[in-house]
């Protein structure tokens, strides 16, 4: 039986605060001030994703996925997290996480605290290893088909979804959906969404969640 509803969650500056996922372990990986920039450049419009991942993966080289894994492990994320998945799996409104973050750390996430992964880009492994390079390249746009292949493979109609996101990369996924919450976001996202909020405990957005959920069949 299908989910009631979808509740797309971005990661970077949504689920994580402090910094962006691939800025944490780059830090770790040693190319910290390399990536920071580039994101920067893509976050004014000045740099596409596939550039950006283009740089960060090159850090990459020689890691091997294990250790990756390992330090995910410590991702910081935003309070709360817990508490609202859980809240969506009681009313049958499946988490599933929509974000341009690398592929290992959508599945970190899903796994301690219960969302769906659901696409992102792939640094490429060779063995065990990570060799430098991207294997799958994933943007804002693919975000979006990626969510609404997902809710059609779930049987679940686009007015039975929403997203909860704060960045450029979210505006094709909010302009697609009836319902979007753009949260701690820039001015773009925010013009973008329907509702906006701004938190440092994912539990608040729960009201404007549950105003959503009594639109549903």
């Not at 001030?33 to 450049?41: I, P, R, S, V």
């Not at 065990?128 to 991207?134: H, K, L, Q, R």
Request: contains cysteine.
């Amino acid at each position: 039986m299908s989910a009631r509803g979808i509740a797309f969650f971005d990661i970077d500056g949504t689920l994580v605060r402090s910094m962006s996922s691939s800025s944490f372990l780059a830090e770790r990986l040693g190319h910290q001030h390399e990536l920071d920039a580039a994101e920067e450049h893509y976050a004014s419009g000045k740099a596409t994703n596939e550039e950006v991942s283009v740089i960060d993966a090159a850090g990459w080289r020689g890691i091997q996925a294990r250790t990756v894994a390992e330090w995910l492990v410590d991702l910081p994320l935003i309070a709360g997290v817990d508490a609202v998945v859980a809240w969506c799996i009681e009313r049958d409104v499946e988490p599933v996480l929509a974000s341009l973050a690398w592929q290992p750390v959508s599945e970190a996430i899903a796994k301690r605290h219960g969302f769906t992964v659901n696409g992102g880009p792939r640094v490429h492994v060779v063995g065990t290893v990570y060799d430098g390079t991207v294997a799958e390249h994933f943007d804002e746009y693919d975000k979006r088909d990626r969510a609404l292949e997902l809710a059609a493979k779930r049987g679940v109609s686009t007015d039975q979804c929403c997203a909860i996101g704060d960045s450029r990369s979210d505006i094709p996924l909010f302009d697609t959906l009836p319902a979007s919450l753009a949260l701690n976001a820039g001015l773009a996202a925010r013009a973008a969404a329907t509702a906006a909020a701004d938190t440092d405990d994912l539990r608040d957005v729960l009201p404007w969640l549950a105003a959503w959920e009594r639109t549903l069949p």
